[in-house]
């Protein structure tokens, strides 16, 4: 079937260490985000790529970096540098950006 | 930069009742998209307006985009425990391909 997979669903880690989340997408889709959703509130964006080897920051782009290597990997890493990373994160694709986009099933992120 | 805007944040309906959330870009938009959240999961998409003054409708859902393509609103008839959830409007801006979701209004029924 095809979709966009993030893993782990879950994930914990200890404060100052970097960790990488996943995101695959098996649509052929060019366009690929990466959200940020804290409890009760909206979708704010980190990342998203029109292309392979192109990518733009978003309105949250500071303690996250992204690499697109793949057109069907777009995986999100969150720095130490990020002051508050404990998150709901949501990875989606696109045809384009004129287009809907499917999400993934999200990873929560929490940092002790 | 591009802002969205959504009210209410909330909204609790009786079931049966109607509800209109309504969604504001700062900026003039290519097109807007609706998305329906239900709690615990993540975002589907429900629809896209492209067009000035376009009206397209879901079954109870009616989605409309204004004139000026900067703002659009989610009309919801006869509202069932299974519209409980929270709709986000997300605009991709005429000269750009970001897509930026407004803050979402959380809509509870009460049966």
């Known amino acids: 079937d095809g979709g966009i997979t993030q893993s782990p669903k879950y994930l914990f880690r200890k404060e100052g260490q970097n960790v990488t989340l996943s995101c695959e997408q098996n649509?052929?889709?060019?366009?690929m985000y990466w959200y940020r959703q804290d409890p009760g509130q909206g979708l704010r964006l980190i990342y998203y790529?029109?292309?392979?080897?192109?990518?733009q920051k978003g309105d949250i782009a500071e303690g996250y970096s992204v690499s697109r290597e793949k057109k069907e990997s777009f995986p999100l890493t969150v720095t130490s540098a990020q002051k508050n990373p404990t998150a709901f994160y949501l990875c989606?694709?696109?045809?384009?950006?004129?287009?809907?986009?499917?999400f993934g099933q999200g990873t929560r992120l929490t940092v002790v | 930069g591009q802002q969205v805007m959504q009210i209410p944040q909330y909204q609790h309906v009786q079931e049966g009742e109607d509800f209109t959330t309504y969604c504001n870009s700062s900026?003039?938009?290519?097109?807007i998209q609706w998305y329906k959240q239900r709690p615990g999961g993540h975002p589907v998409f429900l629809i896209q307006?492209?067009?000035?003054?376009e009206v397209k409708k879901q079954k109870r859902l009616t989605f409309q985009f204004g004139e000026a393509k900067k703002n659009s609103s989610l009309h919801i008839t006869a509202t069932q425990t299974t519209d409980v959830g929270t709709y986000f409007c997300?605009?991709?801006?005429?000269?750009?391909?970001?897509?930026?979701f407004g803050g979402g209004t959380r809509v509870l029924v009460k049966p």
């Open positions: 790529s029109q292309i392979v080897n192109d990518f």
């Open positions: 900026t003039t938009l290519s097109n």
């Open positions: 989606a694709s696109s045809t384009t950006s004129q287009r809907g986009a499917f």
């Open positions: 649509l052929n889709h060019d366009a």
């Open positions: 997300a605009g991709v801006r005429a000269a750009g391909n970001k897509l930026t």
């Open positions: 307006l492209v067009k000035s003054g």
